[in-house]
């Protein structure tokens, strides 16, 4: 994940991230990309974090910034981690990649007391426009790829994904839900609508406090 772009500013969705996670707590994150955003945390926050990764490249990255990594594919399941191991687990902008999203949520939250979890909302006006008037798969900055190219293999809408916490007994913390352009009042009235990215802060039910 690019947790910071060229002009060193956080991408909008870690930003709101971050003031849901303690100082000095014990962070998972799930497909940790190049390690920017946990060395953020461990710099602002003094987090003790750990990062789970695929590629070679952005492992190296992470041990280049003093990191603790593994090279893990998420789909196999997190087995090697305990129960509450962690006070909280973050996975942005890949729960859609996964073969098993909903297997991989229950996991995040076994491993960990809460999770974050942050996802392109396909439910946007923009993707939705998209698709009744060219009737193609949506593009995107935040999805750039073609449809017969693109990780992105379950499409999730911010309606869908609360109906999948509650089915699951899961605890919304907090939501929000992002974009470079919509006004606030209207990501207020329609985030499903107005939300680009959306951003979640989840627990089990009864496990808060």
Not at 136 to 147: G, K, T
């Amino acid at each position: 994940m690019n947790a910071v772009n060229n002009n060193h500013t956080m991408r909008l969705d870690l930003s709101e991230a971050q003031h849901w996670i303690a100082p000095g707590s014990r962070v998972l994150d799930l497909g940790c990309g190049d390690g920017t955003f946990l060395k953020h945390l461990r710099d602002t926050r003094q987090v003790h974090g750990y990062g789970l990764e695929i590629d070679p490249e952005q492992i190296n990255a992470c041990i280049e910034k003093g990191l603790n990594v593994v090279e893990h594919d998420l789909d196999l399941g997190l087995g090697n981690f305990a129960d509450g191991s962690f006070d909280t687990v973050v996975m942005a902008q890949a729960l859609q990649t996964m073969n098993y999203p909903h297997v991989v949520l229950d996991e995040m939250l076994r491993v960990g007391k809460e999770c974050i979890v942050t996802f392109p909302n396909f439910g946007h006006w923009k993707a939705r426009l998209h698709l009744a008037f060219k009737g193609r798969m949506p593009q995107s900055d935040l999805l750039p790829y073609e449809w017969y190219d693109t990780p992105n293999i379950h499409f999730c809408t911010v309606r869908d994904y609360e109906i999948l916490c509650a089915e699951k007994d899961i605890t919304v913390l907090h939501r929000q839900v992002v974009n470079e352009q919509s006004s606030k009042r209207l990501k207020d009235l329609s985030p499903n609508l107005f939300g680009e990215t959306a951003i979640y802060h989840l627990c089990r039910n009864g496990q808060k406090g």
